[in-house]
């Protein structure tokens, strides 16, 4: 094909040079009617080659390349290419457009910043792909699917005034490409002043400075325009900073390596930009750091780009193809003929509000002291925005305290002459704002739900902006996706304006929208788009080479609260706690047919009910609008979701498979679609069976991280799977040792498994080796599972525990039968066969069903995770029991030579793994025994909870077991892993080597560093030292091998045992002494000191390095850790005296209580009397702790009463329920000494086998007085409840096993409890209020319990229901005449908080409520009459989620406040004189009449969180009245209790000068809040006090 231009072409174009150079004339005054074609459509691999000859610095956008269908011949040539259509792909800018709409944004290289020299090439592949070439470098696939005959196009659009055709061939191979390079190391090298500023965007990449140009003369030709022909100007490649240092001579790499190589580059390009870099425009350093390359001098309106989504800083968006608007300045600027300067680029205002701290020339914004302020952050940008002209802005930072966040909009209010309100939403006049996912036009809401983001709900580094278009219309647009019409007829001089409100910082105007994240996405979306683009497609194999280009990737797409690391092999939800939805992760690429794609769950929370969903789905990842969760899309999809099957949102399998929701980190799930179309799915390799049919073959994986799951990798090795259920095969025995049900790591020696017959409850997983009990915490029995084989004499069957719960009594059993797995029909229990089988349960040895020994050596019962149990027949029939590897004797003899083993997984006992015959097998590494209920092993001596890990570490780390497990998945290095918390002194922190790899050399490093984690940026973290000796950032004291080195300097040798020797099973650990020396323990013995003048505060540093491939923490914090140390399953927040207005649901029937006494057995100081009734301690303070003889049935409440206290004694009484049989059970002096399946509720704590997982709990036990009645319910759902005075005080823990026995502790002050045997209801609990679960989404809900809300169930009425207190204030509150309209009919609101009733509840001082939590004190001395709420407050949200505060007023005011349903300023004669109000007589939120003059600051209200402030006489004037009943005179004083929305107000000091304390839990610099926004509050409570 000939390189020539066609011969018809745009109106200003001039051609010449035998058609092969184009001009646009009048450059200088004309931007556009620039377009060229091709002479002759373009065969298939030509690249169609132009060079840029000329450009000009008067406007924005320059040259775009592309091809049409269109024939030259008869084409009616546009004004731009843009407006090309009939089959016309452009690449303009950085955006890929069809017929004028945007495809494809941030692709390949921006065209926009290519400079005179550059050429620029277009080609059609023979697959129909479009790619574009930028100096002999292919930018991928643009576009797909594109017809044969197509004609190049060129548009001398805007900077670009003049190009040249220097080629229309195939691209040259590697030895035309190597003579090209020596050709141009022959050229001279000139360092031209007019072009270096031409390079300025390249300079920045390649710091080189140097330009390769030919002869001068050839230069002047080319500087003074000529005509003629034009001598091509060279010039040297610029090498961006990310590509290699060097390639050999045979290095070939692949399109797709170099597109991300040089992808890579404009990253860090756009980057340097973003964070306020240097210039890199094409036109020099000014305009405050925008990027003139996009911005005419001047201009109005400049080229657009791409249809309206790409847009320069001084450029307009025009819509594809109008161009009525010149972008000629309208200042009348001209173009220089140096660098260019402007001071048109969108910056923000210097003047801005009281606390915004601007920076990177104006373009960074920042709200100081964020945690203390979380208003007067308004910005404006600094001249109003043109039409068509994106406003677009960077969250930098965010703060995880107030609610509300960023918002962003327009106003047609100049900033010079604004007095900036303290939040843009008070303006009145002339502004739209976007909040949260609604509009607000001056203050008011004009569309609830504009978009479906809310801003609110924006993560660092996501992108806002918006766009005022030339029709009127602003759109909003974020991370570039265009949110719609937000309102019409918007005014025509607007300004920017952004408001760093809440929980918004910092942001960063982006001038180039080319943001990195989003050029890394679409770059992926476009191999998606032709997957198989230089990819070979190897054989389907069980074991793929991970490196292969076929691998299996999670697909960067990914949901707005997901995010894809790991080279694509890991998802998670960085902000798991925070969102349970918006998890969907997809598949790179379609399964092919019987590939299993597995993912190994990393990482769970406790917060949310739910969790990991994973299916496949007809829908490309690259064009899926993704949803927040899976199983709302209504097409093409099939999920399993717990354990049931969806189709397109509708389930069309109930009960399928093990239920998804119950499993735990580590655990693996897959998904395989077969040749005839079924969908199978696996849960820890078994198979579940087909789940649907008729699947079509290119289908996606879909994993939805959804509720509990917060992370999942991609499992390479599928080794670890069984087949297929019609393959024949046994499958592979090798197994992996990166697999989280690995055993031994290696191939086992024995061929000893589980049998494939097994009890009903039993699943067979880990190719035979792992035997588990489904449904664990439902089913205690019928999981005996048996060897696949007899047992040879002298062989050894041995298993490890796995995992176990602290729900039932007894646990595994274990044995030999001589029946055959075929024949048997399991039992129940194998102790219910009554032949051929033998059984060792707890100490007892049975034959047949029948106890023929006790007493044997040791007690199944007693043993715990971790623990082996081995069985071996010997030759003369003589059966031996093995713990743990030591032989417990003969446990029976004469039995037959051929039994099977026998595993019976019962009760406690859950799962179990088949060891190696050949020694003892260390299981610390098999994630799937750690579950809520088990810590690691503890140090003997240590006390606490268990240490962690970091979550900062060396990029080849994975943490396990809740970060008390860490493995390193690849090479020898990068292992640095960190203690999550500095040690304290004397503190050991200690670990277990799990695995090793004798391929490698060298071994666990270990020590000291001042090096803080949480300072280090998000793991993995690629910058960490590749190894601990390289760690010299902060002083590290370590140990390698046998030498003790200080930040990698030798200081020491021959120190102790080396660590070179340690194997599995070694243990290793640091402390740092009180004599400020670092010491070594290796197995529990101290080698002594290491170093000396070790930092205070240090982290513990482990390197798993070399051979040491696994660890696991087997040391605790120390004693006074565990106090903050709560479960992960319970809410940690504290509870409320909440109160609700819940709506009753029907009352179930009415359940038989079971009777109720003490049990005879109890501790020492105890007597029992009144039929076991009661109970009382007699002497001293402790042994005295008692339980019921009758299990707790649930669903029933038990009570006692407090009959006598003895004020001697500090501490009160404590109580709970135990989990095992108290019959035989040694009580110890206290009920903290018990720890095993003990629930005990101490003070106002929560203790789980004396560990603490709950505070704040309820009211402290040990200021309950005489006579308080205290109960204990286990609900139908495994929930602790406690009941004071019959007031549920909300779970107190979870998982509370069947049977249960009520334990009480007689401690200290509390002498004598007696059992209330009537089953008369406490005073209170006839309200029969229970709570409607309602239609929620099941992520809200934990065991029907809403989380996050901290609260209890209404209370009941006053206790003390003779209270004259109350009497006497309800008769004040009559004599106040307040309508009955205004007040709560139920009485059961209204409470006395007088000191005697407050007690009688067992009220705590102070509670906490709201999102987040924040504390507040009970108005103790008071009376609350409840008000009744308006119908239209949403009474959940605003009980659960808003915060309690207390407004002291007058009495004089409560009807005007009533009436106004809202707290109002005081009169000018109270202290809210000080506040300035407004002009005018409607209250303080009035609008602003036409014409009036300008309002002065909105006044504000004060509240505070304790009525110690609000109830002072100056807030609540007292006033005297005579009480109607005893005539007496009395003082009182009026305020109301409010519900606070958070964020509506600002914490500040109080405002009365007092010095002294005015409340023990509030500083005064604290206690006084300020709320100016209307609806902020919620009147709740009347509050009336009497002296």
């Known amino acids: 094909m000939a390189a020539e231009l066609h011969p018809r072409s745009g109106k200003l174009i001039g051609l010449s040079n035998s058609n092969r150079t184009a001009q646009r004339n009048q450059p200088v005054q004309e931007f556009n009617h620039g377009l060229v074609l091709s002479r002759e459509p373009l065969r298939d691999r030509d690249v169609f080659t132009v060079r840029i000859d000329k450009k000009v610095n008067s406007w924005s956008g320059s040259i775009e390349i592309g091809v049409t269908a269109l024939d030259p011949a008869a084409l009616d040539f546009p004004s731009s290419a843009t407006g090309l259509k009939g089959g016309s792909w452009i690449v303009s800018g950085c955006s890929v457009l069809k017929d004028g709409r945007s495809v494809l944004e941030e692709y390949g290289r921006d065209l926009d910043q290519l400079g005179e020299g550059d050429r620029v090439g277009i080609q059609r592949n023979g697959r129909g ?32 005034t003049q190009v040249t055709v220097v080629s229309c061939e195939p691209p040259p191979d590697t030895e035309d490409q190597e003579e090209d390079e020596e050709e141009r190391e022959e050229e001279v090298v000139l360092p031209s002043p007019a072009a270096l500023t031409t390079e300025a965007c390249r300079d920045h990449e390649d710091r080189t400075g140097a330009l390769v140009l030919p002869a001068v003369p050839a230069l002047a030709t080319v500087m003074n325009g000529s005509a003629e022909e034009v001598p091509e100007v060279t010039r040297g490649h610029s090498r961006p900073d990310k590509f290699p240092n060097n390639f050999e001579p045979d290095t070939v790499l692949t399109e797709h390596q170099l597109f991300d190589v040089f992808n890579n580059a404009i990253v860090s390009l756009y980057r340097s930009e973003d964070e306020g870099g240097e210039d890199l425009g094409l036109g020099g350093a000014g305009g405050g750091g925008s990027d003139p390359s996009r911005a005419g001098a001047g201009s109005n309106n400049g080229a657009r780009g791409g249809g309206g989504n790409e847009n320069g800083n001084g450029g307009s968006a025009e819509g594809g193809g109008s161009t009525n608007n010149s972008p000629s300045g309208s200042a009348g600027g001209t173009a220089g003929t140096g660098g260019m300067t ?63 966040s960023i918002e962003i909009g327009v106003t047609t209010h100049n900033p010079n002459n604004l007095d900036y309100p303290a939040t843009m939403t008070n303006l009145r006049s002339g502004t739209i704002m976007m909040s949260g996912c609604g509009i607000l036009t001056n203050g008011k809401g004009t569309r609830r739900e504009y978009c479906e983001f809310s801003l609110d709900e924006l993560q660092e580094g996501d992108h806002i902006g918006l766009m005022r278009k030339a029709s009127g219309a602003l759109h909003f647009y974020i991370n570039g996706i265009d949110q719609g019409v937000a309102a019409n007829q918007t005014p025509g001089v607007v300004y920017g304006v952004v408001d760093l409100y809440g929980m918004a910082v910092k942001v960063t105007i982006v001038h180039n929208h080319n943001h990195s994240d989003r050029l890394r996405r679409n770059n992926a979306i476009m191999r998606a788009l032709s997957p198989d683009v230089g990819r070979p497609r190897p054989a389907l194999s069980l074991t793929p080479d991970p490196e292969a280009p076929d691998r299996l990737l999670f697909h960067p797409n990914c949901g707005q609260k997901a995010a894809i690391i790991g080279d694509g092999r890991t998802a998670l939800r960085p902000h798991a706690t925070d969102d349970f939805n918006h998890g969907v992760v997809l598949s790179n690429r379609p399964l092919h047919s019987n ?277 071996m027949r010997t030759a003369s029939g003589d059966l031996h029991y093995y713990i743990n590897g030591v032989d417990q004797g003969v446990a029976c003899t004469g039995l037959p030579p051929e039994v099977y083993a026998v595993i019976d997984l019962y009760g406690q006992c859950v799962q179990v793994s088949i060891t190696s015959s050949s020694g003892p097998l260390d299981n610390s590494l098999c994630t799937s025994n750690i579950t809520e209920k088990s810590f690691p092993i503890h140090s003997p001596g240590m006390a606490g909870v268990a240490h962690r890990l970091h979550n900062k570490h060396g990029k080849n780390v994975v943490l396990l077991g809740d970060g008390c497990q860490a493995v390193r998945v690849g090479g020898y290095a990068h292992g640095i892993v960190f203690s999550a918390k500095e040690l304290k002194t004397d503190e050991l922190f200690e670990v277990k080597i799990n695995e090793v790899d004798e391929q490698w050399s060298g071994s666990l490093r270990i020590g000291l560093t001042t090096l803080q984690p949480p300072d280090l940026p998000s793991c993995p973290l690629s910058g960490l030292s590749p190894s601990l000796t390289q760690l010299r950032s902060k002083v590290t004291w370590l140990l390698a091998g046998s030498e003790v080195r200080r930040n990698g300097v030798l200081q020491r040798q021959n120190y102790g045992c080396s660590l070179d020797r340690l194997t599995v099973g070694n243990r290793v650990g640091v402390k740092r002494c009180s004599d400020d020396t670092m010491h070594i323990f290796i197995d529990g013995e101290d080698m002594g000191p290491a170093a000396t003048a070790v930092a205070k505060n240090v982290y513990a540093v482990l390197d798993l390095y070399g051979k040491v491939t696994a660890v696991s923490i087997v040391s605790s914090t120390l004693v006074e850790d565990t106090e903050s140390v709560k479960a992960p399953s319970l809410s940690s927040d504290s509870c409320s005296e909440g109160e609700d207005d819940s709506t009753p649901c029907e009352n179930e029937p009415t359940l038989v209580p079971m009777a109720m006494a003490f049990l005879e057995n109890h501790g020492k100081n105890i007597q029992l009397s009144n039929q076991n009734l009661t109970a009382a301690r007699v002497s001293s303070y402790n042994q005295g702790l008692l339980v019921t003889a009758q299990p707790l049935p649930r669903q029933q409440l038990f009570q006692f009463q407090i009959d006598r ?132 989404e099941k992520a809200d809900m934990v065991d029907g319990i809403k989380e996050s809300v901290c609260w209890t169930p209404p209370p009941a009425v006053n206790p003390n229901k003779t209270c004259e207190y109350q009497a006497l204030c309800s008769r004040f509150k009559d004599l106040l005449t307040l309508p009955d309209g205004y007040f709560n009919e139920d009485a059961k609101y209204n409470l006395c908080y007088c000191e005697s009733c407050h007690k009688l509840r067992g009220d705590e001082a102070y509670y906490k409520r709201g999102e987040p939590p924040r504390d507040y004190a009970l108005p103790f001395g008071w009376c609350r009459f409840a008000l009744r709420i308006k119908p239209h407050c949403e009474v959940s949200n605003t009980f659960k989620k808003w915060h309690i505060a207390y407004h002291g007023t007058s009495v004089g005011s409560l009807r005007r406040t009533l009436d106004h349903s809202q707290l109002l300023p005081a009169e000018s004669s109270s202290v809210f004189s000080a506040s300035p109000v407004k002009a005018e007589s409607h209250g303080s939120y009035g609008e602003p009449e036409e014409n009036s003059a300008p309002e002065r600051e909105i006044p504000c209200v004060r509240l505070s969180p304790t009525m110690r402030y609000s109830g002072l006489e100056v807030f609540a004037p007292k006033v005297q009245f005579r009480d109607p009943r005893s005539l007496r005179c009395h003082h009182a004083q009026v305020g109301f209790q409010v519900c606070v929305r958070p964020g509506s107000y600002k914490v500040g000091p109080q405002s009365l000068g007092i010095s002294e304390p005015l409340d023990p839990r509030f500083s005064n610099t604290e206690i006084e809040w300020i709320t100016k926004e209307k609806g902020g509050t919620l009147l709740y409570g009347l509050l009336i006090r009497v002296e």
């Open 595 to 871: 590939e299993v794609f597995q993912v190994r769950i990393d990482k769970m929370v406790d917060k949310w009910a739910g969790s990991i969903e994973i299916g496949v789905t007809t829908h490309n990842p690259a064009y899926l609008q993704l949803p927040s969760t899976m199983t709302n899309l209504r097409s093409g999809t099939w999920m399993m979701t717990g354990n049931g099957v969806m189709h397109n949102g509708t389930t069309i399998l109930d009960e399928y498979g093990h239920n998804l929701d119950r499993l735990k980190a580590g655990d693996t799930v897959g998904v395989v679609r077969k040749d005839d179309g079924s969908l199978h799915f696996f849960v820890n390799g078994v198979p579940q069976g087909p789940a649907a049919w008729n699947v079509p073959p290119s289908v996606y994986a879909v994993v939805d991280l959804y509720g509990q799951a917060a992370q999942a990798t991609i499992m390479d090795d599928m080794a670890d799977l069984p087949p297929l259920p019609d393959d024949n095969s046994e499958g592979p025995t090798a197994m992996s040792p990166g697999s989280p049900c690995s055993i031994t790591g290696a191939s086992a020696a024995s061929d000893l498994r589980f049998h494939q017959l097994h009890g009903t409850n039993a699943v067979i997983t880990n190719g035979g080796r792992t035997a588990l009990r489904q449904n664990c915490r439902s089913e205690f029995n019928d999981a005996i599972v048996i060897s696949n084989r007899c047992l040879r004499d002298g062989e050894l069957f041995e298993i490890v525990i796995q995992k176990m719960v602290d729900r039932w009594s007894g646990s595994i059993e274990a044995g030999v039968t001589a029946i055959r797995p075929e024949e048997l029909e399991f039992p129940n229990t194998m102790t219910d066969i009554d032949y051929d089988t033998w059984m060792l349960s707890g100490t007892a040895i049975m034959q047949d069903g029948n106890t023929m020994r006790n007493n044997y050596g040791c007690d199944l019962d007693s043993l715990s995770t971790g623990s082996r149990i081995g069985m």
């Open 129 to 160: 792909e479009l790619h574009l070439w930028v100096n002999g470098q292919d930018c991928g696939a643009a576009a797909s699917g594109l017809p044969s005959r197509l004609w190049a196009v060129v548009d001398l659009y805007g900077k670009c």
């Open 1205 to 1336: 206290l003895n004020s001697s004694w500090t501490s009160s009484l404590s109580l709970g329920v135990i989990g095992h049989s108290p019959d035989r059970l040694n009580f110890p002096s206290t009920a903290c000494c018990l720890k095993r399946s003990v629930w005990l509720l101490q003070r106002d704590s929560v203790f789980h086998n004396s560990l603490k997982i709950c505070e704040n709990y309820g009211p402290n036990l040990d200021t309950c007085p005489e006579g308080t009645v205290l109960g204990l319910l286990v609900d139908a759902n495994g929930c602790l409840h406690l009941h004071v005075n019959g007031m549920d005080q909300g779970v107190a823990a979870q998982d509370i096993p069947t049977p249960c026995y009520p334990l009480i502790d007689l401690y200290g002050q509390c002498e004598q409890v007696t059992i209330v045997t009537n089953h008369v209801p406490a005073v209170g609990a006839e309200s029969g209020d229970v709570r409607c679960q309602g239609d929620m």
């Open 342 to 404: 402007t001071n048109d680029a969108l910056l923000f205002h210097e003047k801005c509000g009281t606390l915004i701290k601007l920076s990177n020339n104006n373009k960074t914004a920042e709200r100081r002291r964020p945690l203390d302020e979380f208003n007067n952050g308004v910005v404006m940008t600094n001249r109003p925005l043109r039409h068509n002209e994106m406003f677009e802005i960077r969250i930098d930072k965010l703060v995880d305290k107030w609610s509300g």
